[in-house]
């Protein structure tokens, strides 16, 4: 394009003036017709038609689309609806700071109710209708009904908080952001053997991916690190009436309750637990980081200790502003705060990625955008801190330690890598 513009530039500027030679001669008579213009005036207009002017370049009109899936509905619409807010937010950020070369990426958001038949559905409609290159999504029954079709179809898939460790063997085409549950549920129990004197643990279980394989993990690595679990039992999905595995925890007298559920059935565990009169210390993962079960739970959510994979304030001033913005427009801090800090770097991923291909000259298609993340591997993140993408997949980050203190999450240790 700036060749063609080099060649006709002295054209335009005869063009120029000539239509101004023209308009002074005849300035008393009426305007001619477009056919009676002179050759030089027509090239000009043609010129004009085609966006084509001396110095300058055509204008970005492709935007870099990008899928997300994550439930706005249904019982773990708590998490995802926050989940969402901040990867929005963090495009409109990454397109005011003059987004991808000039050009705008532009996200494109579905409901899919963190239920894997639906998620089959919305990825179809990813790949064949919106034809784009990269989605991001959650929640492990998720990722692992979606697989094998980013796989077949060669489209990027980006996991933003799913933590089944069987994520990492889930394809070519399948990669997590965030930490499985091998990195927080192996750091997890010798933190409480050492830290808080914890020997007998009662572990209870979604009986799902994420709740079966991240139990799993915390029953070894407690027994490893020298503890008792003296209960492992599950419960479905959706169970309201905990009564029995309430009555089971009593009858085992354990010093420590873990609870690997998902969004919505932690509450409800430990209301019933405490209604029992069980006092035991209870201790989750990031799950139960969130405004909304402190809400629901009251006093008895008091003590209880969660893991993150985030850093808070202290370690990351960016997060300042960041959880300003939720208290000026929402009036409160996210459910889920460090899922949401994942969720607003993911955007900056995407980018990343776009920004690669345009600059090796690629088309944005699922294998080069793959073949971007393999060439950049460590990525920095605003919110949640850098990233190295591992070969089997995966990333590490340091694992903290959170307490409901006085009605609000406190940090109250680390975990180093």
Not at 34 to 61: D, E, F, V, Y
Not at 202 to 228: M, P
Not at 318 to 328: G, H, T
Request: hydrophobic share 45%; proline share 6%; with cysteine.
């Amino acid at each position: 394009m700036n060749k063609v513009v080099a060649l006709l530039t002295p054209l335009l500027r005869f063009a120029t003036r000539s239509a101004e030679v023209l308009q002074r001669a005849r300035a008393p008579r009426r305007s001619m017709g477009a056919s009676r213009l002179p050759a030089s005036m027509r090239i000009l207009a043609a010129l004009a038609g085609l966006g084509i002017s001396a110095g300058a370049s055509a204008a970005c009109n492709k935007p870099f689309k990008f899928g997300v899936g994550d439930p706005l509905t249904g019982p773990s619409a708590t998490f995802g609806i926050d989940q969402v807010q901040a990867i929005k937010w963090a495009v409109e950020d990454i397109n005011a700071a003059g987004g991808i070369n000039g050009c705008k990426l532009e996200v494109i958001i579905v409901d899919n109710q963190a239920k894997p038949d639906i998620a089959i559905t919305t990825t179809n409609r990813f790949i064949q209708v919106d034809k784009v290159p990269v989605i991001v999504t959650a929640f492990s029954n998720v990722v692992k009904a979606v697989a094998p079709i980013v796989n077949r179809e060669k489209v990027l898939l980006l996991s933003v908080g799913a933590n089944s460790p069987a994520i990492a063997k889930m394809g070519d085409y399948v990669y997590t952001t965030f930490p499985l549950a091998d990195v927080d549920m192996n750091a997890l129990p010798p933190y409480l053997i050492k830290k808080h004197g914890k020997k007998r643990a009662a572990v209870l279980y979604v009986n799902h991916e994420t709740g079966i394989e991240g139990s799993q993990v915390f029953r070894d690595a407690f027994k490893a690190s020298g503890g008792e679990v003296v209960l492992y039992d599950s419960y479905e999905e959706n169970r309201t009436d905990f009564t029995g595995l309430a009555l089971k925890v009593r009858s085992t007298n354990p010093d420590v309750i873990h609870i690997q559920s998902v969004v919505s059935d932690f509450p409800a565990i430990v209301s019933q637990l405490r209604q029992l009169g069980i006092t035991t210390q209870v201790t989750s993962f990031q799950t139960a980081f969130n405004t909304k079960m402190i809400q629901d739970l009251g006093a008895a959510s008091e003590g209880i200790i969660v893991t993150s994979m985030a850093p808070g304030v202290d370690q990351n001033p960016a997060l300042v502003p960041y959880l300003k913005r939720w208290q000026d427009q929402y009036k409160r801090l996210p459910n889920g705060l460090p899922y949401t800090q994942y969720w607003y770097d993911s955007a900056y991923i995407v980018a990343d990625l776009f920004r690669w291909v345009e600059a090796n000259k690629l088309p944005a298609t699922g294998e080069n955008m793959r073949k971007a993340l393999l060439a950049i591997k460590t990525f920095k993140q605003p919110l949640s801190g850098p990233v190295t993408f591992f070969e089997n997949h995966t990333v590490s980050k340091a694992t903290y330690f959170w307490q409901v203190k006085g009605g609000k999450f406190v940090m109250i240790d680390k975990s180093d890598l």
